[in-house]
């Protein structure tokens, strides 16, 4: 009998499946209606959404 249970993929996490189109969403809004250049706040969206996705995969591998 085994202690630990098999992992479960990342991947297959229906929040991560989430978070990843968060992130789709997230990135191609600030393109298309925020500035390019000389705002901050769209440097900002883009890295918490990332960071969203980035957080699921490591607290999986802990």
């Known amino acids: 009998m085994p202690v630990l249970k ?17 992130y789709q ?4 809004f600030c393109r298309r209606f925020l500035p390019k250049f ?4 769209v440097d900002q969206m883009v890295q918490a959404a990332r960071s969203g ?3 699921i ?3 999986l591998a802990d």
């Open 53 to 55: 996705k980035q957080n």
């Open 38 to 41: 000389g705002d901050r706040t």
């Open 57 to 59: 995969v490591e607290g």
């Open 25 to 28: 969403m997230t990135v191609v």
């Open 6 to 22: 098999n992992q479960t993929k990342w991947e297959d996490l229906y929040y991560y499946r989430k978070t990843v189109v968060l």
